[in-house]
């Protein structure tokens, strides 16, 4: 039987809401165990209830994990932490700058008693240095301040944030990598280290087009909508379907051509007005229309196969009632389907790392609240019943 990539690799998750938590998703489903520690009223989303919208991401994200409460306030659990600290290979959280650190457990702590520890932090702005450094951070205002939500929205309208947490979870992305990484290192010289991830280091990147025409026209563009940030390509935009709309983007001479071939009108390839990028992006609002007219007159699947199958950039914008029953992602087993206690039926998403002829672990369900705190102190730290009554009764577990 084949072994998952991080099988042997040992972590304590300390993540709250997405970040944190993806990155201990991504460690579960390469193998790693992760041992979820949460306060003994439970994660942020946890605690929002069994049937809120924070329902969904909690039991997707924590999937796979071995859940234990530790009351961080008292001394008691302080304690077991330092001593599971040193029994890991991993360490992550999220926490606000600072938590960890004012209880005793920031990573120079922890580190001295492991040396061979991966002690990985993600926050909004970096934990090292930096005038921002001690800045609460969220997706929300990571959005801000990256600048995403200036180049977001309509020309004349407001800046506006993206309903997609992708500051939070590309973080989380960036946190699984620096983990890996340095587990690479460690087993080459046997030493930990401790990881630095800035949400905002991680999103500025995804501006790299925006960026890129605000250095070419040396000035800030304004909001474009969904067309593209510079207006320098066309078409680029959402157009309007009988039963909804669809993207078309063009970035190719060659992709136009095509275009012009699908919509059955290939003189267009040669008008003075579309016959270059150049002159379509001039053109915008003639190209836009044109698009428009041709794709009102068909449904959303009509539109999309005629240009697949012209080799145009194409496809439907889907709702999120599609999107979670999404036939392609279910064929793949990115999506599975569970019964959760006060949601219903819901569609999981599975890793999306994968390896050639290993499947991911099979997904197994959200534990309980504090359901395997016994079991891991009694195997890590050969605690007593009697020593597990004495930690409850003090509210430590």
Same mark, same amino acid.
């Given at each position: 039987?084949?072994?998952?990539?991080?099988?042997?690799?040992?972590?304590?998750?300390?993540?709250?809401?997405?970040?944190?938590?993806?990155?201990?998703?991504?460690?579960?489903?390469?193998?790693?165990?992760?041992?979820?520690?949460?306060?003994?009223?439970?994660?942020?989303?946890?605690?929002?209830?069994?049937?809120?919208?924070?329902?969904?991401?909690?039991?997707?994200?924590?999937?796979?994990?071995?859940?234990?409460?530790?009351?961080?306030?008292?001394?008691?659990?302080?304690?077991?932490?330092?001593?599971?600290?040193?029994? %890991?290979?991993?360490?992550?959280?999220?926490?606000?700058?600072?938590?960890?650190?004012?209880?005793?457990?920031?990573?120079?702590?922890?580190?001295?008693?492991? +040396?061979?520890?991966?002690?990985?932090?993600?926050?909004?702005?970096?934990?090292?240095?930096?005038?921002?450094?001690?800045?609460?951070?969220?997706?929300?205002?990571?959005?801000?301040?990256?600048?995403?939500?200036?180049?977001?929205?309509?020309?004349?309208?407001?800046?506006?944030?993206? +309903?997609?947490?992708?500051?939070?979870?590309?973080?989380?992305?960036?946190?699984?990598?620096?983990?890996?990484?340095?587990?690479?290192?460690?087993?080459?010289?046997?030493?930990?280290?401790?990881?630095?991830?800035?949400?905002?280091?991680?999103?500025?990147?995804?501006?790299?087009?925006?960026?890129?025409?605000?250095?070419?026209?040396?000035?800030?563009?304004?909001?474009?909508?969904?067309?593209?940030?510079?207006?320098?390509?066309?078409?680029?935009?959402?157009?309007?379907?009988?039963?909804?709309?669809?993207?078309?983007?063009?970035?190719?001479?060659?992709?136009?051509?095509?275009?012009?071939?699908?919509?059955? /009108?290939?003189?267009?390839?040669?008008?003075?007005?579309?016959?270059?990028?150049?002159?379509?992006?001039?053109?915008?609002?003639?190209?836009?229309?044109?698009?428009?007219?041709?794709?009102? /007159?068909?449904?959303?699947?009509?539109?999309?196969?005629?240009?697949?199958?012209?080799?145009?950039?194409?496809? +439907?914008?889907?709702?999120?009632?599609?999107? %979670?029953?999404?036939?392609?992602?279910?064929?793949?087993?990115?999506?599975?389907?569970?019964?959760?206690?006060?949601?219903?039926?819901?569609?999981?998403?599975?890793?999306?790392?994968?390896?050639?002829?290993?499947?991911?672990?099979?997904?197994?369900?959200?534990? /309980?609240?504090? /359901?395997?705190?016994?079991?891991?102190?009694?195997?890590?730290?050969?605690?007593?019943?009697?020593?597990?009554?004495?930690?409850?009764?003090?509210?430590?577990?």
């Amino acid at each position: 039987m084949n072994k998952q990539p991080l099988d042997g690799v040992t972590v304590l998750d300390f993540g709250q809401v997405y970040n944190g938590p993806y990155c201990g998703f991504l460690l579960a489903q390469s193998g790693a165990r992760v041992i979820k520690v949460e306060s003994l009223q439970g994660e942020t989303l946890r605690a929002r209830g069994d049937s809120s919208p924070a329902s969904y991401p909690f039991a997707n994200l924590n999937t796979n994990k071995e859940c234990i409460t530790l009351n961080i306030k008292k001394q008691d659990a302080r304690e077991i932490i330092k001593k599971l600290a040193t029994k %890991v290979d991993v360490l992550i959280q999220n926490f606000a700058p600072g938590t960890m650190e004012k209880f005793g457990l920031g990573p120079e702590q922890l580190r001295k008693l492991n +040396p061979r520890l991966i002690y990985a932090m993600s926050t909004g702005y970096g934990a090292s240095d930096g005038p921002y450094k001690d800045y609460l951070g969220m997706d929300l205002t990571l959005q801000a301040m990256s600048g995403t939500m200036s180049v977001t929205g309509e020309e004349d309208g407001p800046p506006l944030k993206t +309903p997609a947490a992708f500051a939070d979870f590309i973080a989380g992305t960036h946190l699984y990598s620096g983990i890996v990484s340095a587990l690479y290192a460690r087993a080459q010289t046997g030493e930990g280290t401790a990881i630095d991830i800035s949400m905002q280091d991680c999103v500025f990147p995804t501006l790299a087009t925006a960026i890129g025409s605000y250095y070419f026209k040396g000035e800030p563009l304004p909001r474009a909508g969904s067309r593209h940030p510079a207006k320098a390509l066309s078409p680029y935009n959402v157009y309007e379907a009988q039963d909804g709309h669809v993207a078309i983007i063009c970035i190719r001479e060659g992709h136009w051509r095509n275009f012009c071939a699908a919509i059955d /009108q290939p003189e267009l390839a040669d008008n003075p007005d579309f016959k270059n990028m150049q002159t379509r992006s001039k053109n915008i609002d003639k190209v836009d229309d044109l698009v428009n007219a041709w794709t009102k /007159q068909y449904s959303r699947q009509e539109i999309t196969s005629r240009c697949q199958q012209h080799g145009v950039i194409c496809a +439907p914008v889907q709702t999120i009632p599609e999107t %979670v029953e999404d036939p392609h992602m279910i064929a793949r087993g990115s999506l599975q389907k569970f019964d959760h206690s006060g949601l219903g039926e819901i569609s999981l998403f599975q890793t999306p790392i994968r390896f050639t002829n290993l499947e991911p672990p099979t997904i197994k369900p959200v534990e /309980q609240l504090g /359901q395997s705190t016994q079991k891991v102190l009694r195997e890590f730290l050969e605690l007593t019943e009697d020593e597990l009554m004495s930690l409850r009764k003090t509210e430590a577990i």
